[in-house]
């Protein structure tokens, strides 16, 4: 068993939840079109959909939001803001937004035209949203072994360099306007990237004049696994290896809603003065006044109070401690996970558990469905649902990893939560051949179609008897 330390805090307040019958359970996700995501919260036991906002704030981040400055223009609270971003990720121009989302389309029509091509180390499905919408082609060129959930590559994360200078000799260095790396890889399942190699990709994309933007969501724990996986890091302060991965790279885009600790906002930061300029004037007109962004002058307290705290020793060594936990769990009772855990996440090879059934049958949206059936859990699907469709020929993507993602917010479970989740998970595993089909469209929005999207069994009433 991996080590499990005792949480870095003490409980001050409580949130009530409820179990609540199969039969009610059933009832509810077929009201929700079979999707979980559109399942209510009161309906839901133990929600593992998503960290982002989720997480639980300090008694410190409660006291700054009644700091806030809720000035329209020019409040205290922004420069309080600016400057923990500033000491503690490295850039000069700090932009906030109302969430990341809203960063990536801000640098999306700052930069992208149409027929231009971005680089990444796998997508994420708003990112490369924001990227198409906007006329360009996304190219991933992450190492192989993150496609494959057994390997044990340390940092699955990494940017195949060969794979880099393919797309750069095929398009043109001017026909790609931004390389777009993340760490860690949500869509690999929350693996991080080293040190050498984001190094190694920023100096080979700026030999061709080419800038490299960061999403920083969970850079924090990409910082920890670096500490703790990358040869000469061991003695360094996660602080100070979060400072190390974004200073190769000329900006960033930042959810605050994960290592930030907060319940809304985030940030563009850059490097260059007159990219920022462009990127305030756009933000006056989809986010809000550049000193606010579509925040209230709280919550720029409350992330700045975070972020000082996401990168406590104390406090990143129990979260990922809490994710290693639910991983050993289900890879001891053999359930199939991806290898290793992630920052963020467990997630289940779907295409494993589920190996009787067609990609076409959606075996990771039918395992997230029989997961809440089963134990009121709910996670989200990373597989073809959340790929979508190819804009050029329609066909649905089937992308080589189809998993179901358990996102576990940050100070929010206990450990017996966390036993709850395991025993689920390995009583679904053990009766998976009770799931004799799987889901099919009702409904299909065109964009991000995993949030609002409708299913209906491929045959029956229901999918998973047991």
């Known amino acids: 068993m991996p080590d499990h330390p005792a949480e870095p805090w003490r409980i001050k307040m409580v949130e009530p939840i409820s179990t609540t019958t199969r039969e009610y359970r059933e009832r509810a996700l077929r009201a929700a079109g079979w999707n979980p995501c559109l399942l209510r919260s009161e309906d839901v036991y133990i929600d593992l959909f998503t960290d982002s906002g989720t997480n639980a704030m300090s008694d410190r981040q409660w006291s700054a939001l009644m700091r806030g400055d809720e000035a329209y223009a020019g409040a205290r609270s922004f420069y309080i803001f600016e400057q923990a971003v500033r000491a503690h990720y490295g850039y000069e121009h700090v932009i906030p937004v109302h969430q990341g989302r809203g960063g990536e389309n801000i640098l999306s029509r700052c930069l992208i035209r149409p027929g231009t091509h971005i680089p990444g180390n796998m997508y994420f499905p708003s990112t490369r949203a924001h990227q198409e919408l906007n006329g360009a082609t996304f190219h991933d060129v992450i190492i192989d072994e993150a496609h494959n959930p057994t390997c044990e590559h340390p940092f699955k994360g990494n940017v195949d360099l060969a794979k880099l200078q393919a797309v750069i000799t095929e398009h043109g260095a001017t026909a790609i306007p931004y390389v777009s790396l993340a760490a860690t890889v949500n869509m690999a399942g929350g693996q991080p990237i080293s040190v050498a190699n984001l190094t190694a990709a920023c100096d080979l994309a700026h030999a061709h004049g080419i800038p490299v933007f960061l999403d920083t969501a969970r850079a924090v724990e990409n910082a920890w696994f670096v500490k703790q996986r990358e040869p000469g890091w061991a003695h360094r302060s996660v602080a100070d290896i979060l400072l190390a991965l974004c200073s190769p790279t000329d900006g960033a885009v930042m959810s605050a809603k994960k290592d930030c600790l907060a319940n809304i906002g985030g940030w563009i930061a850059l490097r260059d003065p007159e990219l920022a300029e462009q990127a305030r004037g756009l933000v006056l007109l989809y986010e809000g006044l550049h000193t606010y962004g579509g925040m209230a002058g709280r919550d720029m307290e409350a992330i700045a109070q975070g972020i000082t705290e996401s990168v406590d020793e104390h406090h990143i060594r129990a979260r990922v401690a809490q994710i290693e936990y639910l991983g050993h769990r289900l890879d001891t009772a053999g359930v199939p996970i991806i290898h290793p855990a992630g920052g963020h996440c467990v997630c289940v090879d779907a295409t494993a558990v589920l190996a009787h059934l067609p990609r076409t049958a959606l075996p990771g949206q039918t395992l997230a469905a029989a997961v809440y059936l089963d134990g009121g859990i ?89």
């Open 378 to 466: 709910r996670g989200v699907e990373r597989g073809t649902v959340s790929a979508g469709r190819d804009p050029a020929t329609g066909e649905n993507r089937y992308p080589p990893l189809e998993f179901l993602r358990l996102a576990i917010p940050r100070r929010v479970y206990t450990q017996s939560h966390i036993d709850h989740v395991a025993d689920s998970l390995i009583r679904v595993h053990t009766h998976r051949r009770t799931i004799t089909h799987g889901l099919s469209f009702t409904h299909e929005p065109p964009h991000l179609r995993f949030f609002q999207a409708r299913f209906a069994p491929t045959a029956g009433t229901s999918i998973y008897t047991t």
